[in-house]
């Protein structure tokens, strides 16, 4: 069965600590990893699109990089502003709909 | 703005009435989903249009709740004999045809079944 886990759930940071979430899939053919930012009572929004293993996105303070297993979003020197939650999602060949995982709530302590 | 409208923004009902929400994709999109989210998850998907067809439709989608999209503009989602489990935010999301997973996704609609 095709499945998204993201970890840790929260992570909580000093400003300027840098660190990394995960995302690991379990999926057949995959087409594409996203990543998406959801701020609270908000809706999700897109940040990155990974397509195939060895690839980086960069924005800012994020980078975003894919294995065959799984992806990762570094934050470097993050700032209490990139407090939100970030989603993970992956497109497969077999079905169209995005699969998500449950995200990780990031927190940023000035 | 430019950006995919929700409406209401938030609704409460009591158990057993239908409720409807409108979605307003941006406007060149002819793709259009519908989520629904319930707190510490990720979205699940509901159902997909593209421009007035409904191309898939979630197996767990009950009976309960139709979507339509009339002129490929925009959409509604009605719940019928609504539930306290079917209290969560309901998220629209737009796209363009190649997209394969960028979504603009609405502020959503927050439904609470008393």
């Known amino acids: 069965e095709d499945q998204v886990t993201q970890s840790p759930e929260a992570l909580r940071l000093q400003e300027g600590e840098s660190s990394s979430l995960n995302c690991s899939y379990t999926?057949?053919?995959?087409?594409?990893l996203f990543w998406y930012r959801q701020d609270p009572g908000k809706g999700p929004e897109f940040l990155f699109t990974l397509y195939s293993a060895g690839e980086e996105k960069e924005k800012e303070r994020l980078k975003a990089t894919l294995t065959k297993k799984e992806s990762f979003l570094h934050i470097t020197a993050p700032k209490p502003e990139d407090s939100a939650t970030y989603l993970c999602a992956a497109s497969s060949r077999m079905h169209y709909q995005l699969i998500w995982g449950a995200g990780t709530k990031l927190i940023i302590k000035p | 703005d430019t950006g995919v409208s929700q409406n209401p923004r938030h609704k409460i009902t009591k158990r057993g009435q239908n409720v409807t929400f409108r979605c307003d994709p941006i406007?060149?999109?002819?793709?259009l989903y519908w989520y629904r989210q319930t707190l510490g998850q990720g979205p699940e998907f509901l159902t997909y249009?593209?421009?007035?067809?409904?191309?898939?439709k979630s197996r767990l989608l009950s009976d309960r709740f139709s979507a339509e999209r009339p002129k490929g503009s925009f959409s509604t989602l009605e719940i019928q004999r609504t539930e306290q489990g079917d209290s969560a935010m309901y998220l629209c999301a737009s796209s363009v045809r190649d997209s394969t997973g960028e979504l603009f996704f609405g502020e959503g609609s927050r439904l609470t079944v008393l």
């Open positions: 999926v057949s053919g995959l087409r594409g």
């Open positions: 249009f593209q421009n007035e067809a409904q191309l898939e």
């Open positions: 406007s060149e999109h002819n793709r």
